[in-house]
């Protein structure tokens, strides 16, 4: 049982991507579960389900996909869907035949074509996909704190959202982050570039219990001080999702517990339960969960002053030259950053190092397709 809830614990970890100093329990016992991780909506597009094995707590950046296995979609009308591994341990659908319908139940069936007793079915309820509403705005608010130096800014986004009809009742969101940065020195080549990250929190929120589906001034999302989002420009993309109350219990329990990391026993990992269960052998564990959503998105832009805004590059190693000739690898290895003419001639050269001289060890030079969109984007005076 103790082995047990070190490998859920273990998941819930990966799901929620906290940083934590871990504590790894001595154990001999070994554990071979399978992890569903995957979701439909209603949008045009490949839908994904990642399967993979559960690892021990001291090999934790370990990922195990699970592999050749047989994965189906089934609706309520009997209408089967199958996916296709194209990468290990990840199942895809074909967006020319599948893509999921407002009012429809799913449900996944997985078999893992493992010979003779370790052979097994599983599958998830049916699951009714519900219309979600659009996000009535995305916004931000500056949140001033006190440091050695001053005043700092953080950043603090919002977002409002309702349902007329009151039938959306519970949300999930995530989002995707991308900002331009600019290396200070004129002289290198690849100068200018741009950073995408995916969020990692639990973001959720029901209505079940107020009289109306309505969200005013929803915290989604915290930036601290000394951040370099916002030095150019800065953009962020909410998806809302529709969820069922049984995966809104699902999700605040995986946040309960990655709130409660003081006390790896503070919340028994046992009764948090997915939606995924062995069909032929009640006592097969399976860990994670299968969602079926629609999906509404809003984008919003911030170009604004931030007090605090982190200088990444002014520690960046340099060496100074008086004669360019002795210099091999200029333009390769060296750029010149500084010059001085008074007097016997004085070179600063910027040393090829981590992100200094080549803005794409931190991001990408390609910009973004939507970068220059401009009917969302929100300024502050």
Request: glycine content about 4%; aromatic content about 14%.
């Amino acid at each position: 049982m103790k082995v047990l809830r070190l490998f859920i614990f273990l998941l819930l970890m990966f799901l929620t991507g906290n940083c934590i100093t871990p504590f790894f329990p001595e154990t001999e016992e070994e554990m071979d579960m399978l992890v569903v991780s995957g979701m439909i909506t209603d949008q045009y597009g490949i839908n994904t389900v990642r399967l993979t094995r559960s690892v021990p707590l001291e090999r934790q950046n370990i990922e195990r996909p699970y592999r050749n296995c047989s994965l189906i979609i089934k609706d309520d009308l009997d209408n089967v869907f199958n996916l296709t591994e194209n990468k290990p341990g990840l199942y895809e659908t074909d967006p020319e035949q599948f893509k999921g319908e407002v009012g429809r139940k799913y449900k996944l069936i997985i078999n893992n074509n493992r010979p003779g007793e370790n052979n097994h079915i599983y599958e998830s309820p049916f699951i009714e996909l519900i219309q979600v509403p659009s996000i009535d705005s995305v916004y931000y608010a500056k949140v001033d704190e006190d440091s050695h130096f001053g005043i700092v800014n953080a950043c603090q986004i919002y977002l409002d959202t309702q349902d007329a009809l009151n039938k959306c009742r519970n949300f999930r969101w995530d989002f995707t982050e991308t900002w331009e940065f600019h290396l200070p020195y004129d002289s290198v080549k690849h100068r200018i570039c741009w950073i995408t990250q995916n969020s990692q929190y639990i973001r959720i929120k029901s209505t079940s219990l107020m009289s109306e589906s309505r969200i005013i001034g929803f915290p989604l999302y915290y930036i601290p001080p000394y951040s370099d989002r916002f030095g150019v420009k800065y953009s962020i993309l909410v998806n809302q999702y529709s969820i069922s109350s049984q995966e809104y219990d699902y999700w605040q329990k995986v946040q309960n517990m990655a709130e409660n990391v003081g006390n790896l026993y503070d919340v028994v990992p046992m009764s948090i339960a997915g939606n995924m269960y062995c069909t032929d052998d009640s006592t097969e564990m399976v860990l994670g969960y299968f969602s079926v959503s629609s999906v509404t998105s809003k984008r919003i832009f911030i170009k604004d002053n931030f007090e605090g805004l982190t200088d990444r590059y002014s520690d960046c190693p340099y060496k100074k030259v008086y004669r360019l000739e002795d210099v091999q690898g200029l333009g390769s290895i060296y750029w010149i950053i500084d010059h001085q003419w008074d007097g016997p001639s004085e070179y600063w050269l910027l040393t090829r190092f981590e992100d200094c001289a080549d803005c794409r060890l931190r991001g990408t030079d390609v910009e973004p397709s939507f970068w220059h969109e401009d009917e969302e984007e929100t300024y502050n005076d």
